[in-house]
């Protein structure tokens, strides 16, 4: 009798390893999964903001210069699948390098920068099921500009783990949000409204911005029954 007991004590004590092995392996992998998908976003933002033209929005100038100091730096290690096709438009005020980058095999529109959440990830041009599990994404308007009049609306995952939009529950009005586009203009916008609604509304979409540029943050919220959406204005 004792030797039966014994045994069903070794066996609850081989799956409690077992369980506690398999735990420990999970949180490992979940641990690195978030660091390099981090790490990653950090590694292309700063490729593409090294020696970025800031533009400011109350003139028509524009100088050259570092990010400033605000915004965290990365492991200059870091390998990233960053692949660019230029080619060269013109228009009757501007001409300007039209640039195709790559991210993972998702085409780019550029990136941003939110240091109260310490986000960097590159923007990417599609919305797929596969493209939001590798970074945030434009979902309107078709055909996407970064940096122009009119609002942007860019959605990220809130997996409630830090990574993409998680923390966009912690931004607040006049926080500020840096967008820098394949030309490697960056702008700075600051929040002005944030608000909740359900999944179906897209009526704050295509708002009137009085020839502003806008842009706006989709994400659940964390328990899934409503979307933050959060509006900024350079």
Known sequence: MRSGY??????????????????????????????????????YVDSLTDGITVVDSNSTSTSTATVPDDIPSTDDNTIMDISTDSTTTSSS??????????????????????????????????????????????????????????????????????????????????????????????IAYTIYNIFETSDSDTKFYNRNTDGKREITLSTCTDDSSARLIIEARE
């Open 6 to 43: 014994s045994k069903v004590l070794t066996v609850i004590l081989i799956i409690i390893i077992i369980a506690v092995v398999g735990l420990l392996a999970y949180l490992g992998y979940d641990y690195y999964s978030r660091y390099r998908t981090n790490k990653d976003g950090e590694a």
């Open 93 to 186: 005020s501007e001409s300007s390098t039209k640039k195709r980058q790559t991210y993972k095999g998702f085409y780019t529109l550029g990136s941003i920068e939110i240091p109260k959440t310490g986000v960097k990830y590159p923007i990417l041009e599609r919305v797929t099921k596969r493209s939001l599990e590798t970074s945030v994404a434009v979902v309107w308007p078709e055909n996407a500009e970064l940096n122009k009049p009119g609002n942007v609306v860019i959605v990220g995952h809130n997996y409630r783990n830090g990574v993409f939009f998680s923390n966009n529950k912690k931004l607040s009005k006049g926080d500020k949000i840096y967008i820098t586009d394949l030309n490697k203009k960056r």
